[in-house]
């Protein structure tokens, strides 16, 4: 079964300092990887995916992630963090085709003035 | 479009009252997740259609919770008694049914049983 393991509970920084958030997922076939976005008191929102080609990808809001095949990571990153980028971020995995996607317990950004 | 629409977003019910969450998902997606969120577990899979159709339920706790979805644009979650420890958000989400294209979710619906 695929499983998600996202390293970081809660991460604090200040504005402007750069983020990496880690995420390792346990599966030995090709898979389709995501990153969501859940803002307080909000749904999960789609951040960017990766699925095939360019393993460096870009999502919204000057986010992007690389996907380490042989480290089997997909950590997220963002050169200068803002203070609306406060929120709980979701890594999530599904084998290729269409099983459900299974995800990590989320990692809380907490971003100080 | 209107996106994943969940009602209601707020229920609070005594122990032992049934409790129904509905879910309206992407008109033209046909597959359809429920989700169950605690800070404890995080988000946990609950039971998935493809088609109107139950795929997997493996991830509903017990026989307290049902899941129906009797038509594309409509499903509901029962829970039927409710206990203290059913307390969570319940998000449904939806997609067209191929995976790489994720899932969009609604705005949940947080639950609370005293």
Known sequence: AQSVSQHNHHVILSEAASLELGCNYSYGGTVNLFWYVQYPGQHLQLLLKYFSGDPLVKGIKGFEAEFIKSKFSFNLRKPSVQWSDTAEYFCAVNAAGNTPLVFGKGTRLSVIA | ?114
């Open chain 2, 1 to 114: 479009d209107a996106g994943v629409i969940q009602s209601p977003r707020h229920e609070v019910t005594e122990m032992g009252q049934e409790v129904t969450l509905r879910c309206k998902p992407i008109s033209g997606h046909n597959s359809l997740f429920w989700y169950r969120q605690t800070m404890m577990r995080g988000l946990e899979l609950l039971i998935y259609f493809n088609n109107n159709v139950p795929i997997d339920d493996s991830g509903m706790p017990e026989d307290r919770f049902s899941a129906k979805m009797p038509n594309a644009s409509f499903s509901t979650l029962k829970i039927q008694p409710s206990e203290p420890r059913d307390s969570a958000v319940y998000f449904c989400a939806s997609s067209p049914g191929t995976a790489h294209y994720g899932y969009t979710f609604g705005s949940g619906t947080r639950l609370t049983v005293v």
